[in-house]
């Protein structure tokens, strides 16, 4: 049995950043940035006024100085002119501060009298201007790789930049393996449970910018495999459910390894998810999950995920941990890395006292996977201890 780590490096193995595709801006929220964004203007393109009120000189800037004003500017119609001594320029927000302006007097701080204005006590220490290019500059640049704000959208937007290269979305076969399975809203016969895995799965990729399809659930039959294994054709990834342990039934890896899998790793010193394998089928990348509802997520959160983020470009990295108080003891680890399903309230974590991989209950209530490296001793109430948010 491998660590997991070493079963991760081998699935970032397996992987490798999808070409790039041309995007619309308003199709390319959530997705990774391939090629930098360079801005193709300034940001604001002229000294742009704050507030709304008066532009006047340096020197007029004073209580009680009395201005006539000799214009308007307005946010995309610019006063055409300069300002002298004595001189004020009505202005609003966004607009263009005239030449000769340094300061913007806002109207709350001016009395106004037919074309005069008398300036009042005290003033801002601002000026209330915003210099050329304040925001960002022509070439300045929205480094990729990045997932894709709805900030960094308003961003390539303000930028001039109408499309966005972005890497393509990895495809995700998904196939369900087991004769005790059907579909819900099926009639399950007595000895059928209802399929519910390949559910959470397609949305855990989805939401982390794949695609995912959900194929027929594959029977406990070489012929049945090899027909769902067929429907896959095409995908980035394939992932199996199921039929990966050492029962009679159990024939993903070997089907598998009948359609040309080649097996980087079976087995994995963790606590669920030990019958994990992976490997490389055709053009497509296997990851065999174990059946039990809860190895298969966890795996999906522990190697899935980090695949999918490095097929988009992103740096092939372990999913990102955070630090926490334990809310309860916990005797001492065995051998396998143990991801514990826990509530999670304040930053303290209550792991639960059941653990069983086949307990979704469980597993929909917890916010976090507690981590307890192989052959942890015990822990006490107020340790510190890693997790991966739920
Ligand atoms: N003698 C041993 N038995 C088992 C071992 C072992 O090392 N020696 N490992 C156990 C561990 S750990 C796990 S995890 C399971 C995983 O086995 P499989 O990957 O072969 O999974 P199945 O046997 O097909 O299913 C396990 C369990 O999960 C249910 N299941 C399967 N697919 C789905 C699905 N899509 N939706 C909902 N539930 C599903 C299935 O009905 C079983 O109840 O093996 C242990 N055994
Ligand atoms: O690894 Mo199994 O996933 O312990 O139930």
Redesign the pocket.
Known sequence: MISVAQALAHIFDLVAPLPGEEVALAEAAGRVLATPVIARRDQPPFPASAMDGYAVTGADARPGALLRVIGTSAAGRRFDGSLGPGQAVRIFTGAPVPPGAERVVIQENVTRDGDTITLGDPLDASTHIRRRGADFAVGERLVAPRRLSPADLALAAAMNVPGLTVHRRPEVAII???D??VMPGESPGPDQ?I????FALKAMVEAEGATARLLPIARDTEASLKTVFALAEGADLVLT???????DH?LVGQVAAELGLEQMFYKVAMR????LMAGRMGGAAMIGL????V?ALVCAQVFVLPALRAMQGLPAVPAPRVTGILASDLPANGPREHYMRARLSGGRLAPFEYQD??LLTVLSQARALVIRPPDDGPRKTGDKVEYLPL
């Not at 399929?195 to 390949?198: E, I, K, P």
């Not at 459910?241 to 029962?247: E, F, L, N, P």
């Not at 174990?290 to 509802?293: H, V």
Request: proline share 14%; aromatic share 0%.
């Open positions: 369900a393996t087991g005790e399975l449970i399929a519910s895995n390949g459910i199921g039929g990966a342990s050492v029962g159990d669920p998810g030990k019958p174990p059946g039990n509802p190895s991989s086949a």
